[in-house]
């Protein structure tokens, strides 16, 4: 490191200093979501002046030189992770060495040394490759990190959030596509790569990918991380890509899994409910409902990387690039789905997923480093659909529908750090990422309507056929997402203290929206007793019977709008200060303290919601007991702040239309299967929730396309989503070769938004914090606005309640006499009366409530009746092992098992009351319906109906490298599921159709877990 004038070297602190002061106090930064993608080295030597340290990373040549202090410590901070040697010297002569010391992220490594003073030979060189301790006494977190070289080893599926369902408390949500941490919802983590935050920035469920392969480390964070990380109350999914070396390398690879060795997914049954059993109107009880055998898919998968030094020691260079394929088909409809759905019920479909990594490394010179990250990250689906003949099993040929759809994006990354001296370091990071989404259905007509009918709601002998061959959602033309920002970090060491300070800023844009084909949908209904009002809490107070028509026998229709379209915008910003305090040489104290603000923006760009001064105390400790790194035991305690992501803006403060007209008919249009002869059943004008100059149409959230006052949006002083935890373990290597842990944790979340329709507001609908008071600014009938304030009590609800406590046991064996092994326990209990952000238990089949932050639950007093119990999210007990054995240069067998318990079930049903102000569906804790041969409205609070069985999942590889290609040739085989268990992951809750009719789907399965799968890799590596 290069020597500096003790002047300037002061000057240089001081001014550090103050910039800090003044980022901690100022407004607004540079500044982006948190992630610490570096490590530490540290260690102790004997009291020697004149002492010093130097460490070098094997593959780039990178290296710091700092002076033993005056209690024989030194430290280096935010160093790259890779393979180190740390070298002690005693002046210029080398005293000692330690090779191969492996740098995870965020984490340290304690590198420490006997006394060079007692050395007899000062030019005879002690070296120690395998003397470093298992345990990372300088972390208070949680965490699991996986390398490379596991990812490559172990039989997991190449998949991010495939890796971290191996950390404890991690599972994988049955009713979104993303996991959950430690019974959150799962729109409630953090993805980054390279330290930028690649979470989905529309609904904060999932993440941009990016090539598997180019993944150097993964780390997955459950608890109780520190001041720089900030808006999650999940987990945090930390990625860090590849880099170039001084050493060129270059690889080929290609990954197939055929058709032919997948095993048949299950087919899914109609339930036997007791009421559609032989002899019924419609005798479905046990009968096919969806063919899933059909439903094969194969994948493959080609890549290559290179990388290597542009300029030895100085610039590197890192690419990698590959294309994904899944080709297959599959019945999108059901046995009871109308004539029109099983017109394009086959579906031959291909989606292509390229991908590209690339980054660049310069290390400018031992001060200053740069580092240039680019990745892409898009996937194209495009299927055909053809008719299907579910009593033949059998398809025409002729394509009667389709569609084409491209999302992803590409992500730019750029980062300086600068070792301005020993004890000062500043990082700055900026970037900007666009993901663009487009589908474009085949042979789309705007002229025609949606129609939706199934073999209950159609009338015998009349044609539901419909002239729209698409059946789904029409998005708006250049829907996309954007997001940019950066932060600054500075990190300063001065004594027994470690202090770090810095901002974060993103802006997320989205253009989004949506609508029904034509413009809206005609959707058929049928009730059993046509003499019973169809929602007479929604105003639809008439029956189907008196407005006529084939009403008379219990048939009706509506008409149905669903459509947004909103340009919105979220900036999430935050300033956090951190002291790591060494207090003994056993003993570390991290204090920190983030400042988070959210301002969330409507279509019009008006803020709707603000949250500003979010303190978030961060206090963690670490207490080596023996003093060797054999024994840790740390607690921390924290507080964790989360926005609401963009898609909340778009219904809940940009005009949305969702909107219901009821009719009964007379007939069907053979051409476009709307209905003919329309006779309006009967509503109650007056109604609060009755759209204004709609004819009749009634919005059960006040939804009649207009835009609301961004004042009216939300409640004052609008409190975010934020959860406090704790957390005690301890970590003890039993032997060298074996290291054991044990952890409890408590979360209890202390604060959620949600949207609430209440009818203490009068039909208004609200943003607000669920179980509290709140104050809201109300619109008069002059245009002017009164404040109110609503306790509680006053509002109808109960407090808030989402608990989550577990005992994390494992035993672990770091790679050592050729192989690796790892079993985890979890025990946790996961309880309350809201998920989080999400509705897990909406999910009739085709997943939970897509609106983030603004739910069904708190939207009436009666939906929350009975709704305190275990969550969807909850699973007792789970256990998970993975390991590998290198049995030689050219044998490796590895093995995974995941063992879990199942998911709480319920069962919902309408509100007692008919009259009741209410949704008029299958929404409420009571089963049963009040007709013969049910048992009437039981009261059944939620998770108090079973539990999904146990999953059981075991996977196994097999890996051969000849000698007689250097073992540079890799053939492998993974096995996924080997026993091929496939079991139900979840059910359709909702015991009923409409007041008088059960649900024919009550208790179906509506997914299982995947069938066995077999994976072929073949890789060259040069």
């Given at each position: 490191?290069?020597?500096?004038?003790?002047?300037?070297?002061?000057?240089?602190?001081?001014?550090?200093?103050?910039?800090?002061?003044?980022?901690?106090?100022?407004?607004?930064?540079?500044?982006?979501?948190?992630?610490?993608?570096?490590?530490?080295?540290?260690?102790?030597?004997?009291?020697?002046?004149?002492?010093?340290?130097?460490?070098?990373?094997?593959?780039?040549?990178?290296?710091?030189?700092?002076?033993?202090?005056?209690?024989?410590?030194?430290?280096?901070?935010?160093?790259?992770?890779?393979?180190?040697?740390?070298?002690?010297?005693?002046?210029?002569?080398?005293?000692?060495?330690?090779?191969?010391?492996?740098?995870?992220?965020?984490?340290?490594?304690?590198?420490?040394?006997?006394?060079?003073?007692?050395?007899?030979?000062?030019?005879?060189?002690?070296?120690?490759?395998?003397?470093?301790?298992?345990?990372?006494?300088?972390?208070?977190?949680?965490?699991?990190?996986?390398?490379?070289?596991?990812?490559?080893?172990?039989?997991?599926?190449?998949?991010?959030?495939?890796?971290?369902?191996?950390?404890?408390?991690?599972?994988?949500?049955?009713?979104?596509?993303?996991?959950?941490?430690?019974?959150?919802?799962?729109?409630?983590?953090?993805?980054?790569?390279?330290?930028?935050?690649?979470?989905?920035?529309?609904?904060?469920?999932?993440?941009?990918?990016?090539?598997?392969?180019?993944i150097d480390q993964e780390q997955v964070l459950t608890g109780g991380y520190g001041a720089e990380f900030g808006r999650s109350t999940g987990g945090v999914i930390n990625i860090v890509t590849k880099r170039g070396t001084n050493e060129w390398k270059a690889g080929v690879y290609t990954i197939w899994a055929p058709q032919s060795l997948r095993a048949d997914p299950k087919n899914i049954y109609f339930p036997h409910t007791g009421f559609y059993g032989p002899g019924s109107r419609t005798p479905t009880d046990g009968t096919l409902y969806l063919r899933r055998t059909d439903s094969q898919y194969w994948t493959s998968t080609v890549g290559a990387y290179a990388s290597g030094p542009l300029i030895k020691d100085r610039l590197f260079v890192y690419v990698d690039v590959e294309q994904n394929r899944q080709d297959g088909n599959s019945i999108r409809y059901y046995t009871n789905s109308s004539a029109a759905q099983l017109n394009q019920a086959w579906s031959d479909y291909l989606y292509k997923t390229p991908r590209w990594t690339a980054k660049i490394d310069w290390n400018i010179n031992d001060n200053n480093t740069i580092e240039l990250t680019g990745v892409s990250d898009k996937t194209t689906y495009n299927a055909s659909y053809y008719p299907y003949n579910y009593s033949a099993d059998t398809h025409a040929n002729n394509k009667t529908g389709g569609l084409y759809t491209k999302d992803g994006g590409d992500l730019y990354i750029g980062k300086y750090t600068g070792y301005v001296t020993?004890?000062?370091?500043?990082?700055?990071?900026?970037?900007?990422?666009?993901?663009?989404?487009?589908?474009?259905?085949?042979?789309?007509?705007?002229?025609?309507?949606?129609?939706?009918?199934?073999?209950?709601?159609?009338?015998?002998?009349?044609?539901?056929?419909?002239?729209?061959?698409?059946?789904?959602?029409?998005?708006?033309?250049?829907?996309?997402?954007?997001?940019?920002?950066?932060?600054?970090?500075?990190?300063?060491?001065?004594?027994?203290?470690?202090?770090?300070?810095?901002?974060?800023?993103?802006?997320?844009?989205?253009?989004?929206?949506?609508?029904?084909?034509?413009?809206?949908?005609?959707?058929?209904?049928?009730?059993?007793?046509?003499?019973?009002?169809?929602?007479?809490?929604?105003?639809?107070?008439?029956?189907?019977?008196?407005?006529?028509?084939?009403?008379?026998?219990?048939?009706?229709?509506?008409?149905?709008?669903?459509?947004?379209?909103?340009?919105?915008?979220?900036?999430?910003?935050?300033?956090?200060?951190?002291?790591?305090?060494?207090?003994?040489?056993?003993?570390?104290?991290?204090?920190?303290?983030?400042?988070?603000?959210?301002?969330?923006?409507?279509?019009?760009?008006?803020?709707?919601?603000?949250?500003?001064?979010?303190?978030?105390?961060?206090?963690?400790?670490?207490?080596?007991?023996?003093?060797?790194?054999?024994?840790?035991?740390?607690?921390?305690?924290?507080?964790?702040?989360?926005?609401?992501?963009?898609?909340?803006?778009?219904?809940?403060?940009?005009?949305?239309?969702?909107?219901?007209?009821?009719?009964?008919?007379?007939?069907?249009?053979?051409?476009?299967?709307?209905?003919?002869?329309?006779?309006?059943?009967?509503?109650?004008?007056?109604?609060?929730?009755?759209?204004?100059?709609?004819?009749?149409?009634?919005?059960?959230?006040?939804?009649?396309?207009?835009?609301?006052?961004?004042?009216?949006?939300?409640?004052?002083?609008?409190?975010?989503?934020?959860?406090?935890?704790?957390?005690?373990?301890?970590?003890?290597?039993?032997?060298?070769?074996?290291?054991?842990?044990?952890?409890?944790?408590?979360?209890?979340?202390?604060?959620?938004?949600?949207?609430?329709?209440?009818?203490?507001?009068?039909?208004?609908?609200?943003?607000?914090?669920?179980?509290?008071?709140?104050?809201?600014?109300?619109?008069?009938?002059?245009?002017?606005?009164?404040?109110?304030?609503?306790?509680?009590?006053?509002?109808?609800?109960?407090?808030?309640?989402?608990?989550?406590?577990?005992?994390?046991?494992?035993?672990?064996?770091?790679?050592?006499?050729?192989?690796?092994?790892?079993?985890?326990?979890?025990?946790?209990?996961?309880?309350?009366?809201?998920?989080?952000?999400?509705?897990?238990?909406?999910?009739?089949?085709?997943?939970?409530?897509?609106?983030?932050?603004?739910?069904?639950?708190?939207?009436?007093?009666?939906?929350?009746?009975?709704?305190?119990?275990?969550?969807?999210?909850?699973?007792?007990?789970?256990?998970?092992?993975?390991?590998?054995?290198?049995?030689?240069?050219?044998?490796?067998?590895?093995?995974?098992?995941?063992?879990?318990?199942?998911?709480?079930?319920?069962?919902?049903?309408?509100?007692?009351?008919?009259?009741?102000?209410?949704?008029?569906?299958?929404?409420?804790?009571?089963?049963?319906?009040?007709?013969?041969?049910?048992?009437?409205?039981?009261?059944?609070?939620?998770?108090?109906?079973?539990?999904?069985?146990?999953?059981?999942?075991?996977?196994?590889?097999?890996?051969?490298?000849?000698?007689?290609?250097?073992?540079?040739?890799?053939?492998?085989?993974?096995?996924?599921?080997?026993?091929?268990?496939?079991?139900?992951?979840?059910?359709?809750?909702?015991?009923?159709?409409?007041?008088?009719?059960?649900?024919?789907?009550?208790?179906?399965?509506?997914?299982?877990?995947?069938?066995?799968?077999?994976?072929?890799?073949?890789?060259?590596?040069?």
């Amino acid at each position: 490191m290069k020597k500096f004038d003790r002047g300037v070297a002061q000057r240089l602190r001081r001014t550090a200093l103050v910039v800090a002061v003044g980022l901690s106090l100022a407004g607004p930064g540079l500044v982006l979501a948190q992630s610490n993608v570096t490590g530490s080295i540290f260690g102790t030597v004997s009291n020697v002046s004149g002492n010093k340290v130097t460490i070098r990373n094997r593959d780039t040549g990178f290296s710091r030189t700092v002076n033993v202090d005056a209690q024989g410590r030194y430290s280096f901070d935010s160093l790259p992770v890779g393979r180190y040697e740390v070298i002690l010297q005693n002046g210029d002569t080398v005293v000692s060495r330690r090779d191969d010391v492996n740098l995870q992220i965020s984490g340290g490594v304690n590198v420490s040394f006997g006394s060079a003073m007692n050395a007899t030979n000062l030019s005879a060189i002690s070296v120690a490759a395998n003397a470093l301790p298992a345990i990372d006494v300088s972390t208070v977190d949680t965490r699991t990190v996986f390398s490379s070289e596991q990812l490559q080893k172990l039989p997991v599926a190449r998949s991010v959030s495939a890796v971290a369902l191996l950390a404890p408390g991690v599972i994988q949500g049955s009713s979104y596509s993303a996991p959950s941490f430690g019974g959150s919802a799962a729109s409630e983590n953090a993805y980054y790569i390279n330290g930028y935050p690649v979470t989905n920035p529309l609904t904060s469920i999932g993440f941009s990918s990016l090539p598997f392969d180019a993944i150097d480390q993964e780390q997955v964070l459950t608890g109780g991380y520190g001041a720089e990380f900030g808006r999650s109350t999940g987990g945090v999914i930390n990625i860090v890509t590849k880099r170039g070396t001084n050493e060129w390398k270059a690889g080929v690879y290609t990954i197939w899994a055929p058709q032919s060795l997948r095993a048949d997914p299950k087919n899914i049954y109609f339930p036997h409910t007791g009421f559609y059993g032989p002899g019924s109107r419609t005798p479905t009880d046990g009968t096919l409902y969806l063919r899933r055998t059909d439903s094969q898919y194969w994948t493959s998968t080609v890549g290559a990387y290179a990388s290597g030094p542009l300029i030895k020691d100085r610039l590197f260079v890192y690419v990698d690039v590959e294309q994904n394929r899944q080709d297959g088909n599959s019945i999108r409809y059901y046995t009871n789905s109308s004539a029109a759905q099983l017109n394009q019920a086959w579906s031959d479909y291909l989606y292509k997923t390229p991908r590209w990594t690339a980054k660049i490394d310069w290390n400018i010179n031992d001060n200053n480093t740069i580092e240039l990250t680019g990745v892409s990250d898009k996937t194209t689906y495009n299927a055909s659909y053809y008719p299907y003949n579910y009593s033949a099993d059998t398809h025409a040929n002729n394509k009667t529908g389709g569609l084409y759809t491209k999302d992803g994006g590409d992500l730019y990354i750029g980062k300086y750090t600068g070792y301005v001296t020993d004890d000062l370091t500043i990082t700055a990071l900026y970037g900007t990422q666009k993901i663009n989404h487009v589908s474009t259905p085949w042979n789309y007509n705007p002229a025609c309507p949606y129609v939706s009918s199934n073999t209950q709601s159609q009338v015998p002998g009349l044609n539901y056929t419909s002239c729209q061959s698409y059946t789904g959602t029409v998005l708006i033309p250049g829907a996309h997402d954007k997001t940019y920002g950066g932060r600054f970090d500075i990190e300063y060491h001065i004594g027994d203290h470690d202090i770090r300070l810095g901002y974060d800023r993103q802006t997320a844009e989205s253009l989004t929206g949506s609508s029904y084909p034509g413009g809206y949908g005609w959707i058929y209904g049928y009730q059993a007793n046509p003499n019973q009002p169809i929602d007479a809490g929604h105003g639809v107070v008439g029956t189907p019977a008196e407005a006529g028509g084939y009403g008379t026998q219990g048939y009706y229709v509506y008409r149905y709008y669903s459509t947004q379209n909103a340009y919105v915008k979220t900036i999430q910003e935050a300033q956090y200060l951190e002291d790591r305090w060494q207090l003994t040489d056993r003993w570390l104290l991290s204090i920190g303290l983030r400042n988070e603000q959210f301002t969330n923006y409507n279509g019009d760009n008006k803020p709707y919601a603000r949250q500003r001064h979010q303190l978030a105390p961060r206090l963690g400790v670490s207490w080596d007991v023996f003093g060797d790194s054999t024994l840790k035991v740390f607690a921390n305690a924290g507080r964790y702040h989360l926005a609401m992501p963009n898609n909340v803006a778009v219904r809940a403060a940009s005009g949305s239309l969702i909107t219901s007209q009821y009719f009964t008919y007379t007939g069907v249009d053979p051409v476009t299967g709307a209905p003919t002869g329309l006779n309006p059943v009967r509503v109650d004008l007056n109604n609060q929730y009755v759209c204004p100059n709609s004819g009749g149409a009634v919005s059960t959230n006040i939804e009649c396309g207009t835009a609301p006052d961004p004042r009216t949006v939300a409640a004052k002083g609008l409190k975010s989503h934020f959860q406090d935890e704790y957390i005690l373990g301890a970590q003890y290597q039993l032997t060298p070769e074996y290291v054991f842990g044990a952890k409890g944790t408590v979360r209890k979340l202390r604060s959620a938004i949600d949207d609430t329709c209440t009818p203490a507001l009068s039909g208004a609908c609200f943003l607000f914090n669920p179980g509290k008071a709140n104050s809201f600014l109300e619109e008069q009938d002059d245009g002017t606005f009164v404040e109110r304030h609503y306790s509680n009590a006053e509002l109808g609800f109960p407090h808030l309640k989402r608990k989550y406590v577990a005992l994390d046991l494992f035993l672990e064996h770091p790679f050592a006499d050729k192989w690796y092994g790892k079993i985890d326990y979890t025990y946790s209990h996961n309880y309350g009366n809201t998920e989080g952000q999400l509705a897990s238990d909406l999910d009739t089949g085709a997943g939970g409530q897509a609106d983030v932050s603004v739910t069904q639950d708190w939207d009436l007093p009666q939906l929350m009746v009975g709704a305190n119990g275990s969550l969807p999210n909850d699973r007792r007990h789970q256990f998970r092992a993975f390991g590998y054995y290198q049995m030689s240069k050219e044998w490796r067998f590895g093995g995974t098992a995941m063992i879990m318990s199942g998911r709480p079930l319920s069962c919902t049903s309408f509100w007692p009351d008919p009259k009741a102000p209410v949704y008029n569906g299958s929404y409420y804790h009571y089963c049963g319906l009040p007709i013969p041969g049910s048992t009437g409205y039981v009261y059944t609070p939620r998770g108090t109906s079973g539990n999904t069985p146990w999953t059981h999942r075991y996977d196994l590889n097999v890996a051969y490298s000849p000698n007689w290609l250097d073992n540079k040739l890799t053939f492998q085989v993974d096995v996924f599921n080997v026993l091929n268990r496939q079991t139900p992951l979840y059910y359709n809750m909702r015991y009923a159709s409409n007041r008088s009719t059960v649900n024919p789907l009550y208790r179906r399965v509506l997914n299982y877990t995947d069938p066995r799968t077999v994976r072929f890799t073949m890789r060259y590596d040069f």
